[in-house]
């Protein structure tokens, strides 16, 4: 299972980590796609297209390229956050100072250090996204605080009691489903989005990046 969940991993994830990596100089040639984030719930699924209708209220069709991989998404618990576990956690700057969790991926051990740092997202208006290594997780009354690592840095960001949190787990086909919700980093092209790779919800439980 292993086997073939990895390449599902690393390729569902691609979009958190190419969006750590800061823009270099290039020749024209050797730019990169730009990237989009499409999330919402699907319409139709037939051969290479994926019908989405974005949480924008607009359908768009999702090209899906030759080896597209395919994972889906479980749930995980704040308790499980431990030391020494890699996370992905997308966030909001707080009244009080700090950040303020609007979800928690959990990474598999496999996927230890992907896409380090704390960069923009788009999840919400200033939301932000740190793919760090925890370094302690404190219980309070209203909630978690972790205090996160990368690059020799150090971020605490509190988990309030009911943020999503989720881990990797596989998906087939058969998922994607009218209705099933998505998180999809594709490419913008000519003739619309074109995805490497989907996220789906399934068993209720939904992408919350």
Not at 10 to 35: R, T
Request: charged share 20%.
């Amino acid at each position: 299972m292993i086997k073939t969940i990895l390449p599902a991993l690393v390729l569902g994830l691609s979009a958190i980590a190419s969006a750590a990596i800061l823009p270099a100089p290039v020749h024209a040639e050797d730019q990169k796609p730009e990237q989009v984030h499409i999330r919402g719930s699907i319409v139709t699924y037939s051969g290479s297209v994926l019908k989405v209708k974005t949480r924008e209220g607009e359908t768009v069709d999702v090209t899906l390229a030759d080896g597209w991989k395919l994972a889906s998404v479980a749930n995980a618990a704040v308790t499980d956050i431990k030391p020494g576990d890699f996370v992905g956690i997308a966030s909001l700057p707080s009244a009080g100072g700090g950040d303020g969790a609007l979800e928690v991926l959990i990474f598999p051990p496999a996927m230890k250090g992907a896409g380090e740092g704390s960069y923009g997202w788009d999840l919400k208006p200033d939301s932000s996204m740190t793919n760090a290594t925890v370094a302690d997780a404190v219980k309070g009354v209203d909630g978690r605080t972790v205090t996160v690592s990368y690059h020799g840095k150090e971020k605490k960001i509190a988990i309030p009691d009911g943020t999503p949190v989720v881990t990797i787990a596989p998906a087939t086909n058969d998922d994607l489903i009218p209705g099933a919700v998505v998180f999809i980093p594709a490419e913008k092209a000519a003739s619309g989005p074109l995805a490497h790779q989907v996220l789906v919800g399934k068993n209720g439980v939904v992408p919350p990046m």
